[in-house]
T-cell receptor, first 113, second 114 residues
Framework: SQTIHQWPATLVQPVGSPLSLECTVEGTSNPNLYWYRQAAGRGLQLLFY??????ISSEVPQNLSASRPQDRQFILSSKKLLLSDSGFYLC????????????FGQGTRLTVV | GEDVEQSLFLSVREGDSSVINCTYT??????LYWYKQEPGAGLQLLTYIFSNMDMKQDQRLTVLLNKKDKHLSLRIADTQTGDSAIYFCAERRGYGGATNKLIFGTGTLLAVQP
């Protein structure tokens, strides 16, 4: 069966510090991968999605970047965090080329102080 | 635009039916989804409907799709306190390749009163 792991669950970081959130998927190959941000407990904003290794599409201009160094690994990064980067970050995957549900990780609560 | 719109809040009494509405924007969307998010947790898929269907029923859940008006609704029969959560509709745009995006609505907070 497929599983998705996202870590850490919570993170408190000072302004100006770097960020690295990791998401890995098991039990499937060549998934579509997504990073979402949920601000203030409402609304899911698509940040990045990837249809393959090294292929990243950015949905909104921001202080964050994403990378996919391996087929089932998706990383969200920042060189210098801003206060406005605080939020709940969710990683998700779904199979390519056909309808399946999107499976979500448990999320990372990021607080920038 | 890209927005998927939902009402922000819905309050119902336990045992009543809940109807959560969603308006999406892309008429070419292939699949439409309803997700549930409990406090501090990730999203859980409740049900989905293919764009060539009008209705889908799954136990207490009924999904209605009006493709002409780009309107999607989720009806929860016999709503229970455990149904209290945020409900998101989502549309899947494109089919495979780089256009395969999942766009979520703003979320509806369902509060069930005992």
């Amino acid at each position: 069966s497929q599983t998705i792991h996202q870590w850490p669950a919570t993170l408190v970081q000072p302004v100006g510090s770097p960020l690295s959130l990791e998401c890995t998927v098991e039990g499937t190959s060549n998934p579509n991968l997504y990073w979402y941000r949920q601000a203030a407990g409402r609304g899911l904003q698509l940040l990045f999605y990837s249809v393959g290794i090294g292929q990243i599409s950015s949905e909104v201009p921001q202080n964050l970047s994403a990378s996919r160094p391996q087929d089932r690994q998706f990383i969200l990064s920042s060189k210098k965090l801003l206060l406005s980067d605080s939020g709940f970050y969710l990683c998700a995957w779904c199979a390519q080329g056909k309808n399946t549900e999107a499976f979500f990780g448990q999320g990372t609560r990021l607080t920038v102080v | 635009g890209e927005d998927v719109e939902q009402s922000l809040f819905l309050s119902v009494r336990e045992g009543d039916s809940s109807v959560i509405n969603c308006t999406y924007t892309d008429s070419s969307s292939t699949y439409l989804y309803w997700y549930k998010q409990e406090p501090g947790a990730g999203l859980q898929l409740l049900t989905y409907i293919f764009s060539n269907m009008d209705m889908k029923q799954d136990q207490r859940l009924t999904v209605l799709l009006n493709k002409k008006d780009k309107h999607l609704s989720l009806r929860i029969a016999d709503t229970q306190t455990g149904d209290s959560a945020i409900y998101f509709c989502a549309e899947r745009r494109g089919y495979g390749g780089a256009t395969n995006k999942l766009i979520f609505g703003t979320g509806t907070l369902l509060a069930v009163q005992p």
